[in-house]
Nanobody
Framework: EVPVVESGGGSVQAGGSLRLSCTAS????????MAWFRQAPGKEREGVAA???????TYAESVKGRFTASQNNAYNILYLQMNNLKVDDTAMYYC?????????????????????WGQGTQITVSS
């Protein structure tokens, strides 16, 4: 088991910014990728951004140009800088991580390919 803890959620007006942090423990091999997902009420959980050990960042189309993911050198802390937030960004944001697999390598924003999840942090964007 790899403990995953998110922080930094809150409420903001549209156009504002927030920064999320995620800390994952466990052996480095259990953390090939770290990613942010989100789930709005009544909707499926969707991938937002991921960074893997090859230093490649992957983003959902809906957040490109607004959100930036970054990671520390120990690959155990993942940040998500969210700028120009929109009402549609309102959701519970989850951090996830998992060991390498071919599925994860090819599907970095796919919920099913991640093994370890945090409890989530709420982001609410008001108009």
């Amino acid at each position: 088991e790899v403990p995953v803890v998110e922080s930094g959620g809150g409420s903001v007006q549209a156009g504002g910014s927030l920064r999320l942090s995620c800390t994952a423990s466990g052996y480095p091999d259990s953390r090939y990728c770290m990613a942010w997902f989100r789930q709005a009420p009544g909707k499926e959980r969707e991938g937002v951004a991921a960074i893997c050990r090859d230093a490649v960042a992957t983003y959902a189309e809906s957040v490109k140009g607004r959100f930036t993911a970054s990671q520390n050198n120990a690959y155990n802390i993942l940040y998500l800088q969210m700028n120009n937030l929109k009402v549609d960004d309102t959701a519970m944001y989850y951090c996830a991580t998992g060991p390498w697999s071919q599925n994860l390598q090819n599907g970095r924003l796919t919920v099913a390919y991640y093994s370890f999840w945090g409890q989530g942090t709420q982001i609410t964007v008001s108009s």
